[in-house]
């Protein structure tokens, strides 16, 4: 290599950027300089020459507090200092006109410049950070989970969580203060810590379960610049919290006689006692004992929760028995879904998802018609219709998808969306029915298909699919926007 007669100046200028902090730059230099002239025949036999030389040029940006610097390298080939002139002769080689370096440290990249060497070129070196980027880890905190009754007035203390979203590729300097406040108010952010973690102590709101309030929080990095404020929403137990109806025990006609359900023949089944939740499992039930929505139709807590496997559905019940201090039902070596040895121990007294019988005989609620309230399918009548409405989340007036829980009638024992808004999946394997009566029936003891019950807001014309005695399927490692679960409670 050899020194050449590139001449290099040093411009250091503001940016106007409010979001970003203008750094100092120390120590810029050219290192070295060598020609990098080139030369070929084109495809007509001429000889071509590129006049250029290659350089170093490294620099070092100084913060006080350290981190990431994005530095940015511009060239003038005239003395009035006209940056980036049209062409531009500066081509990168290696590190690209912005360069991210850590403050403190000498960042180096390569430069080409077009030309023969050129007495009058300069070079400008700015470098910045960027204000810090936080968000709540979750944004939505909920105290007190979906078993939990909290007392409106009593103490309780509120972990929040923040996490940096310092990802974009640019520079920042660290967090060195984070300030929490309850209220948000300017000026006055007295819960100073040097964390992204707070324990906020405070008291249960008055009034229903499910109110929220805002806690507000920013970050101040080590060059003093802040972060835009971050709001996370506590709230104060489920907007509405699993309620478990008890079902009496009793015997039924299972089934029905009308061969369009295909659910034939009709048999006595005779149950135990047991509970059931008094509606589908919600969003934010589901949010609470798992960690995550996987919902389709995400835009209300008190939705339904759907995009749920069979497998799925018995995952939560198993994490929602061990909440509650209750033994599991569903056990399983390795990955519950693939796994061989699945096995639903009935004896044990944890959540589950219902066997059929105990779906039907719920859903029936005592009554012996098609539906619940009182008609039979098909409906003939501008009444009938107008009961379904009453009743059920159905193809005709679920607005294209699933609606909050519990806005249609309940049944005689107090539970909602029996029929409609989501089919519901039930713990059986699908198999025919048998004449003869049976107590508390599980079902076949394999198959292919796991059963679904209940109808839902997809089923276009299905009036047969809110029938009590409807049978549906679905491969139990499938999931969709039209199917839920509930859960009961109670041993065989």
Known sequence: ??????????????????????LKVDSVMVDTVWKSDSSWYDGQGILQQQYSRDLYL????????????????????????????SPNPLSVLDSGIASLVQCGTVGRVKLRVLGQDRP???????????????????????????????TPGASCNVSLQCSLNNTQGLGYAPIVKVWWDAFGTAGTWSDSTASLSYTWNTTVPAGASGQKRAMIVKARDANGLWSAPCTLTVQFGLTKPLTMVSIPAGTF??????????????HSVTLGAYTMSQTLITQEQYLAVMGTNPSNFDSGSTRPVEQVSWFSAARFCNSLSRLAGLDTVYTYSGVMDTSTALAINYAKNGYRLPTEAEYEYANRAGTTTDYYWGRNYPP??????????????????????????????????GLYDMSGNLWEWCNDWHGSYSATSQTNPTGTTSGIFRVLRGGSWYDYGYAYGLCAAYRD???????GGNVGFRVVCGAR
């Open 1 to 22: 290599m050899r020194k050449g007669n590139l001449i290099s100046m040093i411009i250091f200028a503001a940016l106007s950027i409010t979001s970003a902090q203008q």
């Open 58 to 85: 490294s620099f070092k940006p100084m913060p006080a507090g350290g981190g990431m610097a994005q530095c940015f390298v511009a060239i003038s080939i005239d003395t009035a200092k006209t940056w980036a002139p």
């Open 120 to 150: 009058g070129v300069a070079f400008k070196v700015t470098a910045q950070q960027w204000q810090p980027i936080i968000a709540g880890n979750p944004n939505l905190v909920v105290q007190g989970g979906i078993l939990t009754t909290l």
């Open 253 to 266: 006609p299972m089934g029905s006689s009308n061969t369009s359900l295909g659910a034939t023949p009709v």
């Open 380 to 413: 003939t009548t501008t009444a009938d219709t107008l009961a379904i409405d009453s009743n059920a989340v159905w193809y005709y007036n679920s607005e294209n998808g699933t609606q909050p829980v519990a806005t249609k009638k309940p049944n005689a024992w």
């Open 473 to 479: 399927v679905l491969n139990p490692e499938n999931e």
